[in-house]
């Protein structure tokens, strides 16, 4: 009897050291994607995407008369923003600002122009939200960011 307890006891902490405590982290889902969108279409007329905190897309939409390459522009904003983990305005002027990043413009995953926005709970980045065509690159930002904010989520650490 002693030999079984003792012998359930070393299972039992064994399987407790063979399963690794991984980190848990908050990410954007579906729900809040759509949320996210409708808030942008409340302020713009826009192209936008949606990506969760792997870069998945979530969600991608254009606006009646928007033009369609505002599509790709939405997405490798919002792509821009989530591997910067830096609203792209800001990104794109330190980018001018630094000649050893000269290049990052010839990356083309990257768009270094204003409208992507990184999007973070408390201070966990969750996804980002990238927005075009909305009439300019101050306007995309504007938009992403009164979505971002009527939401809750920060969109700077």
């Known amino acids: 009897m002693h030999r079984t307890a003792l012998f359930l006891s070393l299972a039992v902490c064994t399987a407790a050291l063979a399963a690794p405590q991984l980190p848990r982290h ?9 949320q996210l969108a409708d808030a942008s ?3 713009c ?3 936008l995407t949606v990506l969760d905190r792997g870069g998945n897309l ?3 939409l254009r606006a009646d008369g928007v033009g369609p390459h505002n599509s790709l522009a939405s997405q490798r904003k919002a792509f821009t923003a989530l591997s910067t983990k830096t609203p792209t305005r800001l990104f794109a002027e330190r980018a001018r600002s630094n000649p050893e990043a000269a290049n990052l413009n010839s990356l083309p995953e990257l ?3 204003g409208g992507g926005v990184p999007l973070f ?3 966990e980045l969750v996804g980002a939200l990238g927005i075009a065509g909305a009439g300019g690159a101050a306007q995309d930002e504007s938009c992403a960011l009164q979505a971002a904010e ?3 989520l920060n969109t700077s650490l």
Not at 26 to 34: E, F, I, V
């Open 26 to 34: 908050a990410t954007l889902d579906l729900h809040t994607a759509r």
């Open 41 to 43: 279409l409340a302020h």
């Open 45 to 47: 007329s826009a192209a």
């Open 58 to 60: 979530l969600l991608s």
């Open 111 to 113: 768009l270094l122009l």
């Open 121 to 123: 709970a408390d201070a």
């Open 150 to 152: 009527q939401l809750g």
